[in-house]
């Protein structure tokens, strides 16, 4: 059970993700940030995003890097619950507790079951997208992008349209 009560921005929000329950606040952030910093998002977010929004919906959060908040992404699907901040660990805790006094086997073996569709499709795409996410780290637009956040700057990617897609 993930308890989301802050940013969880990049790789940290697709850990969160990845887990079986995922309760937020309902003003946290989520966002997956590997774009903005000229990377592809190639460490999970490919992954989890499409299975629990939709592809379409992935890729504009993946492609444009945008966040939205506990709430939207409980109202998306991307998240279980949405509460306020002072519930999200009581919450947490309540779920994790109903998990603890089921049918450790029925639970068990259920969580085995859905997660063996996940790691299928975690096969599916996870070498290209850690390929692609080390070629990116690679280019300029990559450089440029850590330093203008460095500088406190807006990026000026290079804009390379030559490239293959």
Same mark, same amino acid.
């Given at each position: 059970?993930?308890?989301?009560?802050?940013?969880? /921005?990049?790789?940290?929000? =697709?850990?969160?993700? &990845?887990?079986?329950?995922?309760?937020?606040?309902?003003?946290? !952030?989520?966002?997956?940030?590997?774009?903005? /910093?000229?990377?592809?998002?190639?460490?999970?977010?490919?992954? $989890?995003?499409? &299975?629990? $929004?939709?592809? %379409?919906? #992935? !890729?504009?959060?993946?492609?444009?890097?945008?966040?939205?908040?506990?709430?939207?992404?409980?109202?998306?699907?991307?998240? =279980? +619950?949405?509460?306020?901040?002072?519930?999200? /660990?009581?919450?947490?805790?309540? &779920?994790?507790?109903?998990?603890?006094?089921?049918?450790?086997?029925? $639970?068990?073996?259920?969580? *085995?079951?859905? =997660? !063996?569709? *996940? @790691?299928?499709?975690? %096969? *599916? $795409?996870?070498? #290209?997208?850690?390929? +692609?996410?080390?070629?990116? *780290?690679?280019?300029?637009?990559? @450089?440029?992008?850590? !330093?203008?956040?460095?500088?406190?700057?807006?990026? %000026? +990617?290079?804009? =390379?349209?030559?490239?293959?897609?």
């Amino acid at each position: 059970v993930a308890a989301i009560n802050g940013d969880a /921005l990049g790789f940290a929000a =697709n850990v969160a993700l &990845l887990c079986d329950v995922t309760v937020a606040s309902e003003t946290a !952030k989520l966002a997956d940030t590997h774009v903005a /910093l000229g990377a592809v998002a190639g460490d999970g977010g490919a992954v $989890i995003w499409p &299975l629990l $929004i939709g592809p %379409n919906r #992935a !890729k504009e959060f993946l492609m444009l890097g945008d966040s939205l908040t506990g709430a939207e992404a409980a109202r998306i699907g991307l998240v =279980n +619950y949405a509460v306020p901040p002072e519930e999200v /660990l009581p919450k947490a805790r309540e &779920l994790a507790q109903r998990l603890a006094d089921g049918p450790t086997w029925a $639970i068990r073996w259920s969580q *085995l079951a859905v =997660n !063996k569709w *996940l @790691k299928q499709q975690a %096969n *599916l $795409i996870m070498d #290209a997208g850690l390929a +692609y996410e080390a070629l990116t *780290l690679t280019t300029q637009d990559h @450089k440029e992008a850590l !330093k203008a956040l460095q500088e406190k700057r807006k990026p %000026n +990617y290079i804009r =390379n349209r030559s490239a293959q897609s």
